[in-house]
């Protein structure tokens, strides 16, 4: 079992930057890959970036084009999402996910935190 907590989520102007994290808890971190998705009201959780288990391979939401970057320190089991240059669009709860599946996606996700909400608006 893992619990996930994520942290970070807040009111920022267009054009912020924000951090967001997500420490886990319960069977080893480094043995899962993560992922950050998002869900703004009315739509479908859409993946935005995920790191495999030791960092080594990135994988990324294209239309967010290089604004997001994922990234994960193992020992302190936390995994992190920088957010640059946001927009309204982004405004979104957004879920960190863990899975030992090769694929980082919302079918694949094993344990969801219970999100943290960016609320971007000027």
């Known amino acids: 079992q893992v619990q996930l907590v994520e942290s970070g989520g807040r009111l920022v102007q267009p054009g912020g930057s924000l951090r967001l994290s997500c420490v886990a808890s319960?069977?080893?971190?480094?043995?899962?890959?993560m992922g950050w998705f998002r869900q703004a009201p009315g739509s479908e959780r859409e993946f935005v970036e995920g790191?495999?288990?030791?960092?080594?391979?990135?994988y990324y939401n294209s239309s967010m084009k290089g604004r997001f970057i994922a990234s994960r320190d193992n020992d302190k089991n936390t995994f992190y999402l920088r957010m640059d240059d946001l927009t309204p669009e982004d405004t979104a709860v957004y879920y960190c996910?863990?899975?030992?599946?090769?694929?980082?996606?919302?079918?694949?996700?094993?344990?969801w935190g219970k999100g943290t909400l960016v609320t971007v608006s000027s």
């Open positions: 319960g069977r080893a971190f480094s043995s899962y890959s």
């Open positions: 996910g863990a899975t030992r599946s090769p694929s980082i996606s919302r079918s694949a996700i094993e344990y």
């Open positions: 790191i495999s288990w030791m960092g080594q391979t990135r």
